[in-house]
C-alpha cells in the first residue's frame, strides 16, 4: 500500500519510459530550486545563522517534490531517487541521468541496481 492508502502502481518499462520526462522536468525544477535557496546564502556565517530557515526550505522543496513524483505512481527512495515498481523490482533513476536505464529487485535496492538491456 502506498501512503495514500491506495494499491502501488505497477509499471511497464513504456510506461516507465512515458512518464520519465515528466519526473525528470519536476525532479530538475525542485534541484534548481534548492540550488537557488542556498545560492542566496552570501556567507558562510549568514548560512550558519540562517540553517534552520534554510533546512526547512529544502525539506519543503523535498516534500512538494516528493508528493509531484507519487501522484504520477512512482515511489521516492531519497532526494532526487526514484523508482517505478514493475512487479518484479523497480526501474530506478536517480537525478542528473538523462534516461532510465537501471533495473533492481524489492532485496537489492540502489547498491544492487544493473543496467535494464
Known amino acids: ?8 502502481r505497477i509499471f511497464t518499462y513504456e510506461e516507465a519510459l512515458e512518464t520519465f520526462p515528466r519526473v525528470y522536468r519536476i ?7 534548492v ?10 556565517e549568514e548560512g550558519e545563522d540562517r540553517r534552520r530557515e534554510l533546512d526547512q526550505a529544502y ?4 516534500r512538494s517534490w516528493a508528493r509531484r ?18 512487479g518484479e523490482g523497480y ?3 536517480r537525478y542528473p541521468e538523462p534516461n532510465l536505464t537501471h ?5 537489492e535496492g540502489f547498491a544492487g ?5
Not at 103 to 107: L, P
Open 69 to 86: 513524483v507519487q501522484e504520477i505512481g512512482c515511489q521516492v527512495k531519497g532526494p532526487w531517487l526514484v523508482d517505478w515498481d514493475c
Open 59 to 62: 525539506r519543503e522543496i523535498v
Open 35 to 44: 540550488e537557488a535557496l542556498y545560492n542566496r546564502v552570501q556567507s558562510l
Open 103 to 107: 533495473f533492481h529487485g524489492y532485496e
Open 1 to 8: 500500500m502506498t501512503l495514500d492508502g491506495q494499491e502501488p
Open 91 to 93: 526501474y530506478c533513476w
Open 27 to 33: 525532479t530538475e525544477a525542485a534541484v534548481k530550486e
Open 113 to 117: 541496481r544493473l543496467p535494464i538491456q
